[in-house]
């Protein structure tokens, strides 16, 4: 088993893609809210982090899937990456009902745990009560995208992406502005277009899975030992995955603390950090497939060197949007807001993000290598270690040292070290040992 360049780029270029489609769908949704008022800008941030931290429990559990199915390919044993997934979506809707159901019940005592300003907060809570709807779908999208991506099939993926994409675009203003017999909802109307979009997009990948397996079946009886396996390779992803996103939300509540232009500039600087991000997270999601069917095909000889390829083109890939960020930062700010003062304040932000992108792009694919091989306790390890270094960092950046808004920036590159020494280390030694007892 032998991955080139070439064959690099066909598993990766569709992701590409489909991470750009979704970087749109949060393009459109800052674009419009960014022009309601600073208000609407902080809440949409700290709902849209809230939702994201609870989001990757299923993108956890979706992780889990896709080192299980490529490790299937790797090892020849393809029939049974069906029986996979169908366990997999069955497990994703009954823990995304949960999940729903319990923030219902506990929503108020959430949000204001994190948020001090009312006004803030109220709206953070009306936002979430509509985006939280689309959970369900999302978290069945993520089982189909698993299997996908573990089969190195990527073209799906895009493609429904794109439509997502399309969708989002249409609704929001609709929704949003008002449009004929339809009642404007201001800034809620963004998380309503976000759900139909999500409920419609998965339809299509289940009807495309059915026509292309000759199968209506869309869940699967309950098979313990495959649930189980699925479980105990998804669960420390699921905290690994949980982490990672929590930490900004986090940051961010660190921000709002130091005020609503400050929440409102770095909301913007997140934006635009999730548009240009695109292909940094194709290539660290196609390193788990790749180095997964590698290890399953027990192709240990030729892993260093693929893994090096990865990182090669990501760096590659990523330059581009680092010099956009760098020489021309107002470009991409201008997408998202119109306010003079946000664009000036985060001008040099932008400068910074630009470095921040590149070692991003470098450090990336060795968590995602330590994933592949099947160390998912190791890759919760690392993130746990680099979260509690990133949060302690930022802590002492805002409340202690009280740094200005671009200084307390630079713990981004205090959280990717942590990532990249911890990987490498974990990866590097993994190997050896697989190595030796293959001697």
Request: include cysteine; glycine fraction near 6%; proline fraction near 2%.
């Amino acid at each position: 088993m032998n991955f080139t360049y070439r064959k690099i780029l066909e598993i990766v270029v569709p992701l590409i893609i489909s991470g750009f489609g979704q970087s749109i769908i949060y393009v459109t949704d800052i674009l419009f809210l960014g022009r309601l008022g600073e208000i609407a800008l902080g809440a949409s941030a700290i709902a849209g982090l809230f939702y994201a931290s609870i989001m990757m429990i299923g993108f956890g559990i979706s992780s889990g899937l896709q080192v299980l199915i490529a490790q299937k390919v790797g090892e020849d044993k393809s029939s049974e990456t069906h029986r996979l997934l169908l366990n997999g979506i069955l497990l994703q809707v009954l823990i995304s009902i949960v999940i729903t159901l319990l923030y219902y019940l506990f929503r108020s005592f959430l949000i204001y745990l994190f948020v001090k300003n009312i006004q803030v907060g109220e709206a953070t809570e009306q936002f979430l009560n509509i985006r939280i709807l689309g959970l369900l779908p999302y978290f069945i999208f993520y089982a189909y995208r698993s299997y996908y991506l573990g089969i190195g099939s990527t073209k799906i993926i895009s493609g429904v992406t794109i439509v997502m994409s399309i969708l989002n675009l249409i609704l929001n203003p609709v929704l949003i502005y008002g449009w004929e017999f339809i009642q404007p909802m201001n800034y809620l109307g963004s998380a309503a277009a976000s759900v139909i979009s999500e409920y419609i997009s998965t339809f299509i990948i289940m009807l495309y899975y059915a026509y292309s397996k000759k199968s209506a079946r869309f869940i699967s009886h309950i098979e313990k030992l495959v649930l189980k396996n699925i479980m105990q390779t998804s669960l420390p992803l699921i905290f690994q995955h949980f982490i990672s996103v929590f930490s900004w939300f986090l940051f961010f509540v660190f921000i709002e603390k130091m005020g609503t232009k400050e929440l409102a500039t770095s909301n913007v600087i997140r934006a635009v950090y999730v548009l240009v991000m695109a292909p940094i997270l194709a290539f660290s999601h196609s390193t788990i497939t790749i180095v997964g069917q590698l290890f399953g095909g027990k192709a240990y000889s030729t892993m260093n060197n693929t893994l090096w390829k990865i990182i090669y083109l990501s760096m590659i890939f990523t330059l581009p949007f680092s010099c956009l960020s760098f020489f021309k930062p107002e470009w991409l700010m201008m997408i998202f807001t119109d306010n003079g003062e946000i664009i000036h304040q985060g001008r040099n932000l932008m400068r910074l993000v630009a470095f921040a992108l590149m070692y991003f792009a470098f450090s990336m694919p060795w968590l995602s290598a330590v994933t592949g091989i099947g160390e998912t306790n190791k890759a919760l390890v690392i993130e746990s270690l680099s979260f509690i270094i990133y949060i302690l960092a930022s802590y002492l950046f805002v409340f202690v040292l009280k740094w200005d808004l671009l200084k307390v920036w630079l713990n981004e590159f205090v959280y990717f070290t942590s990532i990249f020494m911890f990987s490498k280390w974990f990866y590097t030694e993994k190997m050896k040992s697989v190595l030796k007892e293959n001697d």
